[in-house]
Nanobody, 120 residues
Framework: VQLQASGGGLVQAGGSLRLSCAAS???????MAWFRQAPGKERDFVAG????????YYADSVKGRFTMSRDNAKNTVYLQMNSLKLEDTAVYYC???????????????WGTGTQVTVSS
């Protein structure tokens, strides 16, 4: 399984960005998630979704602002990020696992990160 994340960039506070993560290889009933890591901090769960069913899960810090979705035909998941805050600045990673989890160690595959920088 290979995951390729894209869509990061520089945005002003209050703005929006959409991240994409294209998956190749076996996806099936896998669980996809976004994590983020700010400098000097742990890698934290942001959002997750199952390829089948589409149930979504969010960290409290992004609920109501971020929306995760998937396009099964394109094997791609998205993270729409609205009302961005300075504290959303981080490298964002997409990951795939086989169980629903907010724990990075439960994920089996990781994509390259994409930098999101929110400026004031």
């Amino acid at each position: 399984v290979q995951l390729q994340a894209s869509g990061g960039g520089l945005v002003q506070a209050g703005g929006s960005l959409r991240l994409s993560c294209a998956a190749s290889g076996r996806t099936g009933n896998a669980y996809m998630a976004w994590f983020r890591q700010a400098p000097g901090k742990e890698r934290d769960f942001v959002a997750g979704i199952r390829w089948s069913g589409g149930t979504t899960y969010y960290a409290d810090s992004v609920k109501g602002r971020f929306t995760m979705s998937r396009d099964n035909a394109k094997n791609t998941v998205y993270l729409q990020m609205n009302s961005l805050k300075l504290e959303d600045t981080a490298v964002y990673y997409c990951a795939q696992g086989w169980v629903v989890s907010t724990d990075q160690y439960a994920m089996n595959y990781w994509g390259t990160g994409t930098q999101v920088t929110v400026s004031s």
